[in-house]
Every structure is written in structure tokens, then in C-alpha cells.
């Protein structure tokens, strides 16, 4: 489904000089998980449903064992809400993506948007943040949401942005 992401994250776990795991500010896993987490509270409603959806996503792409995974949840929304804006951790995504793993991250924060089944304007708007600061085209930011939509049988009349 994500197989640029995932290929992204074993990179990382591979070439990592400390444990990838960890909870480091510049930790490319944090910034992932923080920028997620950022997306799927944007709304200012963090649904059951999503944070599910977050939680299944973290221990399927990083391998996560419970304890695990509930501390970088813990760590991501910490973050986030310690973060004065996106770019804390865009740059360190900007530092350890190439182009093809960027464009399937913004995939990947559409499932985050999705997780409800409904596109909100504020998580939309966060998205195109998030995918300007990572360099992601619009027509490919727009490419990755109708993946989503497409995957999930979501038709694409809920509203935001059209690039």
C-alpha cells in the first residue's frame, strides 16, 4: 500500500547509528509520527477512530511492539504540542527523504485525513502546509488524496483545496 514509505523507514532503521527508536528531537521516526499526529488532531477533534488509525499505522510502518508504540504516541503528541511550527520537523524529513519517499509521506498523511472517512478544511489545509514545506508538488500532493479517496471508496466532493 506505502511501499515507498515503508522503504523509507527500513532505510532508516538500517542505516541508523543509535537506536531508530528513539524518542530524539531530530529523529526522523518522531518527526514522522509528530506530523502525523499533528494532521489528525488539526480539526481540534481527535476522534477513537483516528487515533486508531495513527496507532495502526505507527506499529505496521516502524514494526512497534506495544510499549513501543505508546511512547512515541506519547513523544509525537508532546512534540506537537511543544512545536512553534511545522518546519521542526519537515526539516528533518527534508534531510532523509528523497523526493519519492516525500510524495508517499503526504500519502500517507491523507490515510490520517481519511481516517474518519471525512476531509476537514483545517486538515486539508494542514496537509498543503506540511507538503510545501516538504517540497511535494500540488498536482502530487492532489495525486496522493485521490489515492486515498480512491483506495477507501471516498468520492472526491467533500470540499478543500483542488491544487
Known amino acids: 500500500m506505502l511501499d515507498r514509505f515503508r522503504s523509507f523507514v ?11 527508536r528513539e524518542d530524539a528531537p531530530d529523529s526522523p521516526q518522531l518527526a514522522a509520527a509528530a506530523l ?3 494532521v489528525i488532531q488539526a480539526d481540534g477533534v481527535l476522534r477513537p477512530i483516528e487515533r486508531q488509525r495513527f496507532a495502526d499505522v505507527l506499529t505496521e510502518e516502524y ?21 512553534v511550527d511545522l518546519y521542526r ?6 534531510d532523509t ?18 481516517a474518519d472517512g471525512y476531509r476537514h478544511e483545517l486538515e486539508d ?5 506540511i507538503s510545501e514545506l516538504l517540497g511535494v508538488s500540488g498536482r502530487d500532493r492532489v ?21
Open 125 to 129: 489545509n494542514v496537509v498543503w502546509r
Open 143 to 163: 495525486l496522493m488524496r485521490q489515492r486515498v479517496q480512491e483506495r477507501h471508496g471516498i468520492d472526491g466532493s467533500d470540499g478543500g483545496d483542488e491544487a
Open 89 to 94: 520537523f519537515t526539516s528533518v524529513l527534508m
Open 10 to 20: 527500513r532505510e532508516l532503521i538500517d542505516n541508523a547509528d543509535a537506536d531508530p
Open 63 to 83: 514494526q512497534l511492539e506495544e510499549g513501543e508504540l505508546r511512547r512515541l504516541m506519547e513523544a509525537a503528541r508532546e512534540a506537537d504540542s511543544e512545536a
Open 36 to 38: 502525523m499526529y499533528h
Open 97 to 114: 527523504m528523497r523526493e519519492d519517499q516525500r510524495i508517499g509521506f503526504i500519502e500517507l498523511l491523507w490515510e490520517m485525513v481519511y
